[in-house]
């Protein structure tokens, strides 16, 4: 009867079911006839592969295919292992998984269940054949052809490791006949319980699992050596056939097959009849696990990574198998998290970033971002990120006045409206204060309590734009600067990541020391990875320990008394405040003897003018200043770092006389009355207020913060 393709009559009437019961009968009995078929042909194969082993080894020696039979002259295929990086206590930040995601373990470090569980169902002779079980080749044959399908296999556990390290899985007899002289020689070379391991760390069991540590992680959240006899018994029947028996997918055939191995465990002698009755009643219990999944400190961990793929390229880093331990302290990552969190707690609030780094070192300690609303954010605002410093950026100007001997305490410049236009041909630049505000003859100690943008600008153009960017770059800006007139009040874009390592540098006494993320990486042979320079404390010395001591004194000034009085933690500590003229960001970067610590605040796909958070406008005395506040107080308040020490090479003053420092009578203060076109990127006076915040709780602990890196 012909039909349409639709199963219908070409009239359009639908097929009479007893059609379909035949055909569907009769589909069967082909399908049945053809695995029976299949089956006699593999075993065949099995027989004649092994069978021709022997002859071909003990007749013709080492000819035709087994020329090749030499372990020695054989690559093994490469399928990687999951890299894992780890924090300064040595928790699990996360994984950079393999092509194949796979976590290699010592036997050792196996449940003797899954071991037992293992050999009882794929080969139970293995402890005593020498590579190839002809017993087991005879019977899994017969057991083959009574079914009519494949129900046991006749290789061996060498046999498939063999399989699985050198020769691929293509069926040909001249594949099983090298296979078997492999898994012989194998043998001659090596231990069963090397094999076993090997076997056992390289096995598919499915669900991207290659190897028991991965199963066991991926099915139940557990170490392989944590696995109990049920759960043994699960894993160890996957391989067999992963698709069919997956258990999250095709529990009631999981559960199944999962019986079998406990019967074959049964028979074995390995668990008694009452382990045997309890075990295969049990329900699955899975606990899907997310240990190669599940990132914490993501932007940290997204800097860590490109670090690795910088060093080794990034097939070896997918593929590698490292180890990878950090400087990164989840305590402060909490800490700076719960900062950010309970100062910018709205879904409408700005995004903020901070980054801290032990100044003696380097050691990057926390590095994280907070943007309301927002979960998995891929790009790094704390490392990528590059924004406005705003009057962040003084420092670097008071740094090199010191340098040059200039003495901030006496030398005074003009708090005046400033015109500078060195020729017609150029563009004017008019700088005022944040509020409108000037005070006349000022010196540089008490314009930088005031972040007086007047007189920086004055200061930068006898200083010298280049010298300043030589400066910072000397400190740790990274980022390339332009020495625009501007330079000193923040024009230029920067990191936090490298403020933090710039700030660093004074709080080290003039040394630098090259931000490190990275302490050790172990390497797949268990070697640790020397040569690259992981853990090396990489230092130069940039000004004196009397140029650094000056600017903490200022910057410690001003955390008391100046702008920056809202970060005050009530220990040794300085700091600058920084806002851009349109307020689309916001800084405060701050030092202590034990650490340097950045934030920034702002939108981070726009400059959007925050003027109006929380009903204030937002400049760096305000929410960063907080934030850093909480960060720190809750990091060292049960330790408080020391004040900085007398240097033991003062500063020695010398005589300046700069083309824009003030010498005259002091003129009258004066009031702009346009205080709108503010482009000194300058700061609100010290507030008389704080804004309001719910803050973090108190530490329990008494960490000092100290980390090994």
């Known amino acids: 009867m012909a039909t349409n393709g639709n199963g219908k009559r070409n009239g359009g009437a639908p097929l009479y079911p007893a059609h379909r019961r035949r055909r569907r009968r009769q589909r069967r009995k082909r399908e ?36 090749n039979c030499d372990l020695n002259s054989l690559k093994p295929v490469a399928i990687g292992a999951n890299s894992f990086v780890y924090a300064a206590d040595g928790t699990v930040l996360g994984a950079i998984p393999a092509e194949r995601n796979r976590q290699p373990v010592d036997l050792d470090n196996m449940s003797h269940w899954v071991t037992s569980a293992t050999v009882d169902v794929e080969d139970r002779r293995f402890y005593e054949h020498g590579g190839i079980d002809w017993e087991g080749v005879v019977r899994a044959a017969v057991e083959n052809v ?87 018994a699960l894993i160890a029947g996957l391989p067999q056939a992963p698709s069919i028996y997956d258990p999250f997918q095709r529990p009631g055939e999981a559960v199944a097959r999962r019986n079998e191995v406990l019967g074959a465990m049964y028979s074995a002698g390995d668990i008694t009849a009452e382990q045997y009755q309890t075990a295969v009643s049990a329900p699955l219990r899975l606990k899907a696990g997310h240990i190669y999944t599940r990132i914490r400190e993501p932007y940290f961990f997204s800097y860590v990574r490109e670090q690795l793929i910088s060093k080794y390229g990034a097939n070896t880093v997918r593929g590698g198998g490292l180890r990878v331990y950090t400087t990164i302290v989840p305590r402060f990552q909490k800490l700076a998290a719960q900062a950010m969190q309970s100062t910018l707690n709205l879904k409408t609030d700005p995004a903020s970033a901070l980054v801290s780094i032990n100044p003696k070192n ?4 926390a590095m994280t971002a907070e943007i309301p609303g927002k979960k998995n954010n891929q790009f790094n605002l704390a490392a990528q990120g590059r924004r406005q410093a705003g009057s962040s950026f003084k420092t670097f100007v008071l740094t090199e006045a010191i340098r040059e001997g ?110 490190m993320a990275i302490r050790k990486v172990v390497l797949p042979s268990g070697e640790v990875d020397r040569g690259a320079g992981w853990g090396r404390v990489k230092q130069k010395r940039v000004f004196s320990d009397g140029v650094a001591y000056q600017v903490s004194r200022i910057l410690k000034m001003n955390v008391q008394a100046g702008t920056g009085v809202g970060a005050n933690p009530g220990f040794p500590a300085g700091g600058k405040t920084g806002t851009t003229d349109d307020f689309g960001d916001a800084w405060f970067a701050g030092i202590t003897t034990t650490a340097s610590t950045v934030v920034w605040v702002g939108y981070p796909n726009a400059k959007i003018p925050m003027t109006s958070v929380h009903g204030i406008r937002v400049a760096g005395g305000t929410f960063p200043a907080t934030i850093w506040r909480l960060f720190m107080v809750g990091a060292f308040g049960n330790n408080p770092p020391a004040d900085w020490l007398l240097p033991k090479d003062p500063v020695v003053w010398q005589p300046f006389h700069g083309q824009y420092e003030f010498f005259g009578a002091p003129p009258a203060p004066s009031q702009p009355t346009d205080t709108t076109k503010d482009d000194g990127n300058g700061d609100e006076p010290p507030p008389t207020t704080q804004p309001t915040t719910t803050e973090a709780p108190p530490p329990t602990t008494t960490d000092t913060g100290t980390d090994t890196g």
């Open 362 to 365: 380097g050691a990057i300690r």
């Open 406 to 515: 200039i003495n901030p305490d006496t030398t005074m410049y003009m708090s005046a409206p400033f015109h500078w236009q060195p020729d017609p041909s150029s563009e004017a630049w008019d700088v005022s204060t944040f509020d409108g505000s000037f005070y006349g003859p000022s010196s540089i100690t008490q314009s930088t309590l005031r972040s007086d943008n007047s007189v920086y600008a004055r200061l930068t153009l006898d200083l010298g734009p280049d010298k300043i960017v030589t400066l910072a770059h000397q400190m740790g800006i990274r980022t390339k600067l332009e020495p625009v007139a501007s330079i000193g009040l923040g024009s230029n874009s920067v990191g936090v990541l490298e403020m933090a390592s710039a700030y660093a540098t004074i709080a080290a006494g003039g040394v630098y020391s090259e931000p």
């Open 146 to 232: 009574k079914s009519g399908h494949i129900v046991q296999g006749g290789s061996t556990i060498t046999q498939q490791l063999v399989r699985n390290l050198y020769i691929g899985k293509e069926v040909s007899l001249d594949r099983k006949i090298k296979e078997a002289c492999l898994a012989q020689k194998l043998e001659d070379v090596h231990t069963k319980d090397w094999i076993l391991a090997s076997y056992l760390n390289q096995v598919y069991f499915g669900n991207h699992a290659y190897g028991v540590e991965a199963a066991a992680q991926t099915y139940f959240s557990k170490h392989a050596a944590d696995l109990s006899l049920v759960q043994a």
């Open 32 to 67: 049945k006839i053809t695995s029976r078929r299949f089956a006699v042909l593999l075993t065949l194969v099995v027989l004649l592969g092994t069978i021709a082993t022997f002859v071909a080894a003990t007749v013709t020696g080492a000819a035709g295919v087994l020329s």
